[in-house]
């Protein structure tokens, strides 16, 4: 069974084919423009979809050495993500399902980032605990099986990618930031102080920890300019430090809370090298096993939700002409 994946969620166009629930390939195509913008533009992101989207699915049916007279069913994400970006992908399956008679399947953007821990081996057994950071959620998620999973804590306001984000604008840094706090912090020491947000349970916050770091940088810039530049790589140790923190706190809680010993990490902060090497030292202390996707199976990709359509196909999980995209919600 052949299954062609799309995802375009955000800036990413991608496109993918699984065969029998593995990837046979995994093409993206990134927008650089945002760069220029400190940030993704809607607009911008979901015209350079509509220029992107034919190249990237012909690539992904070329790289799988198939036709597109093999594909059984087609899939995409339905949301959560940018309205724009997400109607170009929804679109362009629909069409394609409706020309060619195939079944349709739509994918949850964060059920898919669990779900990419099934594309390749090893990947952990039912149930587990899977932390999914990225630049737009937090959570904490039960997995019973593949189709039925239970967030059990979620952030209460902002990400920790957009914390990371926003964190390295201050600091003058390109976005995405994460990438380059992650590099500057592995040359630092974790020295500056940041408060710890104080959220019970098993929710998390960001923002107060996102205002903590602008007044801590402009009252250290008022006394002394050249502030960040010295200490950058401190800053962004401690910056790093804090938020790495507080979401294996709150994993091990909830390993905890549930007495589940299997724990992962996905989304694209699932990249950090401070989040991946916290979480093996945490699970080497308690006992448990951690599961970590490679790196391209971290970030927006087709593949992620090429294998959670597989699931859904076994299960009869289609749905029809009339689905239509979400911004928010989901799971």
């Known amino acids: 069974m052949y299954i062609l994946a799309i995802e375009s969620s955000c800036d ?19 927008q650089e423009i945002h760069r220029l913008y400190g940030g993704v533009v809607p607009e911008v992101a979901s015209r350079a979809h509509q220029n ?19 594909i059984n069913a087609v899939a995409f994400t339905r949301g959560p993500g940018l309205l724009g970006s997400l109607l170009v992908g929804t679109s362009f399956a629909k069409a394609f399902a409706l020309a060619r008679q195939l079944p349709l399947i739509e994918v949850d953007h964060m059920t898919a980032h669990v779900m ?16 999914t950071v ?12 593949p189709l039925s999973m239970t967030i059990l804590g979620q952030t209460l306001d902002d990400a920790a990618g957009e914390a990371f984000d926003k964190a390295g604008k201050m600091l003058g840094l390109e976005y995405p930031a994460g990438p380059h706090i992650d590099r500057l912090a ?23 920890l996102k205002t903590s770091i602008l007044y801590f940088l402009k009252k250290e810039v008022a006394a ?42 996905a ?25 970590i996707p490679k790196f391209e199976y971290c970030t927006d990709n087709a593949a992620m939700i090429g294998v959670t359509a597989y699931y859904k196909y076994l299960a009869g999980d289609f ?13």
Request: charged letters at 20%; glycine letters at 10%; one cysteine or more.
């Open 134 to 145: 990225s630049g737009g959620h937090t959570q904490i998620i039960r997995v019973d099986s």
């Open 267 to 291: 989304g694209g902060v699932s990249a950090n090298s401070g989040l991946r090497e916290g979480l093996q030292a945490l699970c080497a202390k308690e006992g448990w096993e951690y599961f």
């Open 224 to 265: 002394n300019p050249d502030f960040i530049e010295q200490n950058l790589a401190d800053i962004c140790a401690s910056i790093q430090h804090i938020i790495v923190t507080v979401l294996l706190k709150k994993l091990k809680k909830s390993a905890k809370k549930t007495g589940i010993k299997q724990l992962a990490i």
């Open 12 to 30: 990413d166009t991608a496109a993918a084919i699984i065969h029998d629930g593995r990837p046979l390939s995994n093409c993206v195509a990134n």
């Open 319 to 331: 749905c029809g002409q009339e689905v239509a995209p979400y911004v928010r919600g989901g799971m």
């Open 52 to 70: 992107n989207i034919v190249p990237v699915v012909k690539a992904a049916i070329d790289k799988a050495g198939i036709t597109m007279a093999d």
């Open 186 to 208: 592995r040359q630092g020491t974790p020295r500056f102080p940041f408060p710890e947000p104080v959220i019970e349970d098993l929710g998390f916050s960001f923002s107060g």
């Open 116 to 131: 990419a821990h099934f594309a390749e081996e090893p990947h952990p057994a039912f149930p587990f605990l899977c932390l």
